[in-house]
């Protein structure tokens, strides 16, 4: 027999969860750049974050895919295809992480005070502590 059947999903919940994940990796992945500060002005090109929305959407739905598939595999030795399928989604992440981060254009302005945080920065009393309880709080 074969070793693969490919196993029908819910177009629309598939979509949707490609949707939410690749929008929770672009979140992530944009807040951090945005929490950067230092002595310098950041923007950011239209045109690659545009790119890596549609690599990330890409991404989302090819690794979504791909371990929906190996799930129904059952009782198949399924350590190859798992470490197949965790090799491409890393370089797949790499790839929406660097072309994100090709997005920004870092112009320095000297100003050893100036911070994209909107006066947040590593003077900031905030402990990783605190960061994880208001995540814990907010967390359904």
Not at 72 to 98: D, E
Not at 101 to 106: N, R
Request: aromatic share 8%; net charge positive.
């Amino acid at each position: 027999g074969r070793l693969f059947k490919l196993v029908k999903v819910s177009v629309w919940r598939f979509v949707a969860a490609t949707c939410a994940l690749a929008l929770g990796a672009l979140g992530m992945h944009y807040m951090g750049m945005m929490a950067q500060y230092g002595p310098y002005d950041m923007t950011f090109g239209v045109g690659l974050v545009v790119v890596s929305v549609l690599v990330a959407l890409t991404v989302a739905g090819v690794g979504l895919f791909i371990v929906v598939q190996v799930s129904y595999l059952g009782q198949v030795n399924t350590t190859a295809p798992r470490a197949a399928a965790a090799l491409v989604i890393s370089l797949a992440v790499n790839c929406v992480h660097y072309t994100g981060s090709k997005s920004a254009t870092h112009v320095y302005t000297g100003d050893s005070g100036a911070s994209n945080m909107h006066g947040l920065g590593p003077a900031t009393p905030v402990s990783s502590l605190h960061v994880g309880i208001g995540s814990l709080a907010l967390s359904p």
